[in-house]
């Protein structure tokens, strides 16, 4: 599997940091390139901050931690695509979201989240 079917899509890491999620990742983009933190870091399984001109490109368990505490998450594979449900834990909203990769439904339910003041924290 490569490594952008891993990562949320640029377009999606793009809205994210406009958000305000803090741009911390294992990995990150660079114009349309992906690069990687573990090649910088002295501490190869730390998070580290991008450059100003980057975006991060969370991973799957990097957005887990982020929905985590507030909303629980299921994930299924079909023909399709990959799908996400999630469910905030006061049981008060529900939402879903379809994408091609896992990382993408998570980041688009992140921002779902955001954008209507469920979530405020972003990592």
Do not use: H
């Amino acid at each position: 599997m490569k490594l952008e079917q891993q990562v949320v899509s640029l377009e999606l890491s793009k809205r994210l940091k406009e958000l305000g999620v803090k741009q911390e990742s294992l990995f990150w983009w660079e114009g349309e390139e992906i690069y990687s933190s573990l090649e910088s870091c002295q501490d190869c399984m730390s998070t580290c901050s991008q450059p100003n001109s980057g975006v991060s490109a969370f991973t799957v368990a990097e957005l887990g931690e982020m929905l985590n505490e507030e909303i629980t998450c299921i994930s299924f594979t079909s023909t399709f695509g990959e799908w996400i449900a999630a469910e905030y834990s006061s049981g008060c909203y529900y939402n879903d979201q379809e994408a091609d990769t896992e990382a993408d439904a998570r980041a688009k339910l992140l921002i779902f989240y955001i954008e209507e003041g469920i979530i405020t924290k972003t990592k």
